[in-house]
């Protein structure tokens, strides 16, 4: 199993592009989310979907879209970038009742300039 | 909702040094707690977790962390930091079996960032 993968693994934007964050894992998890980790403020939720089809806000989702056409994938949006998005980002994911057993990937470093 | 507050933002030490890094929740009823961490340029591991029983817990690399209820601490402690220990800790919690929908999801406290110096 490859876990869970991400990519772009770096990103650098301009204020105003948009881009998207591929999240793919392979363990058959119904359980998928992005975080952003800033410094001094731990990772913060952005948003997160139970399974295909169902997607819901976290603790900061302006600015952000997502999809979960299937259970593998799960890509954010950023349909207007601003500098405030400049962060690391973090897909995880994890059988839906099992919240001990996250498994995060390796992460996506996206600067806004 | 559930909060998390880890004290100490940034912690320097001397290989050999005993560790403690505080973690403090905010919420009343069953918790689930987890200490994850992240070394420099790699993503989160788990480190240890605490759902009941036992409430000194013993996790991967010599790592423990008590559960404490009546002070809602889970500090995180190391007799003795390695050069390797290097990283940024993350205390975090989800509510109980009993909870559902958002208040499973993990929340987590500001980091602490562990630097060990040879």
């Known amino acids: 199993n490859a876990g869970v993968t991400q990519t772009p693994k770096f990103q650098v934007l301009k204020t105003g592009q948009s881009m998207t ?20 403020m731990g ?16 603790e900061v989702p302006n600015g952000y879209n997502v999809s979960r056409s299937t259970t593998e994938d799960f890509p954010l949006r950023l349909l207007s970038a601003a500098p405030s998005q400049t962060s690391v980002y973090f897909c995880a994911s994890r059988r839906l009742e099992e919240t001990d057993t996250q498994y995060f990937g390796p992460g996506t470093r996206l600067t806004v300039l | 909702a559930q909060s998390v ?3 100490n933002h940034h912690v320097i030490l001397s290989e050999a040094a005993s560790l403690e890094l505080g973690c403090n929740y905010s919420y009343g009823g069953t918790v689930n707690l987890f200490w994850y961490v992240q070394y420099p340029g790699q993503h989160l591991q788990l480190l ?43 205390c975090a919690v989800t509510l109980g079996p009993f909870s559902s929908g958002s208040a499973r999801q993990l929340t987590f406290g500001s980091g602490t960032q562990l630097t060990v110096l040879p």
């Open chain 1, 43 to 58: 990772l913060r939720l952005i948003h997160y979907s139970v399974g295909a089809g169902i997607t819901d806000q976290g």
């Open chain 1, 21 to 40: 964050l591929q999240c793919a894992q392979d363990m058959n998890h119904e359980y998928m989310s992005w975080y952003r980790q800033d410094p001094g």
């Open chain 2, 48 to 90: 240890l977790k605490y759902f009941s029983g036992d409430p000194l817990v013993k996790g991967i690399k010599g790592f423990e962390a008590e559960f404490i209820k009546s002070k809602f601490s889970f500090n995180l402690r190391k007799p003795s930091v390695q050069w390797s220990d290097t990283a940024e800790y993350f």
């Open chain 2, 5 to 7: 507050s880890q004290h």
